[in-house]
């Protein structure tokens, strides 16, 4: 088989290389049922195999034991009962379920493969001891692995870190009071109803949140604001600031933006001498409610608030 392609584009043609490895081995298959004179088809032997050793079966049973879905075995089961290797029958416990086994022409095979079996077991021993990995063991490994969390999980774990890195954190400028109140209205008006208090920290940043002491960052994404933050100072015995108007553009979420801005705003909050931060938000606000727990915040009983869509109030010790 010629590899160079595989080599240039290296592990992202995991998928492709494995399925060429497989196509190559299914070809040689076909020439081995043909030297010991049985007649399968490469994607039978499964079915074959299983109900030579615990026949008559259910073809969800089967589907079950060799890991194929139940369309696929139906697939195959129809294929070799037309060529009269197999035969179907109800099964007299249940009659809406057919049960599977080898006709008379598939049991004949049996002798014929049993020698197979054991001239392809010493053939593919023989390359595996002249391999420098052992193939079998690294598959059985690599599936473990996959099980333990998919490729896909694997990849987007990457995506976001990838990304975070290329996240930018920024203090507030006067001309991002726009975006400010936009990545907020956006939010609020999809789940909730704009409320006075919102428009006159929106409105005012500066006067209602800067100049008492807060903060405002925001993050930003090659060159655009995706992303924002407040810390507001709190007349309150216990806390110190109020983490609020968080809030990531749609079309950036599940980058991480929104933990990204919670580190820095908490980071802000220390530098600031806080001990404990303090926030509100509704509990219909799933992802949201889940950052929170993730940067450490707590629920903590209620006080009174401007907000009618509050319905939790969390807390967090720095």
Partial sequence: MDTNFFRQIGKMALGSRLRRLSEH????????????????HPKWFPVFYVLSQNGPLG?????????????????????????GLIEERKDQSDGRRNLV???ANGKAIQPLIEKQYLDVD????????????????????????LQQKPLSRRVLEHKKSREAKAVQIIEYKP????????????????????????????DNPEAKILQPGGSILFAQYEGETIGTCALIPMEDPEYDFELAKMAVSPK??????????????????????????????????GPAINLYHKLGFQKVPGRDTPYERCNIQMAVTL
């Fill in 175 to 202: 001309d991002l009071q726009a975006s400010f109140k936009q990545l907020n209205l956006d939010w609020i008006q999809k789940y909730f109803t704009v409320e006075p208090e919102d428009l006159k920290s929106l």
């Fill in 59 to 83: 073809i969800t049973t089967i589907a079950t034991q060799i890991g194929h879905s139940h369309p696929s075995v139906s697939k195959i089961v129809r294929e070799m009962a037309k060529a």
């Fill in 101 to 103: 086994s080898l006709s």
């Fill in 122 to 145: 010493h053939a593919v021993e023989d390359i595996l001891a002249q391999a420098t990995h052992n193939l079998w063991k690294a598959l059985d490994e690599f599936e473990f692995l």
């Fill in 252 to 285: 950036a979420q599940g980058k991480g933006i929104g933990y990204l801005l919670g580190k820095a705003i908490l980071a802000k909050a220390k530098e600031l001498g806080a001990q404990q931060v303090y926030l509100e938000s509704n509990t219909k606000l």
């Fill in 25 to 40: 081995l299914t070809e040689e298959a076909t020439q081995l049922y043909q030297l010991y004179q049985v007649p399968l």
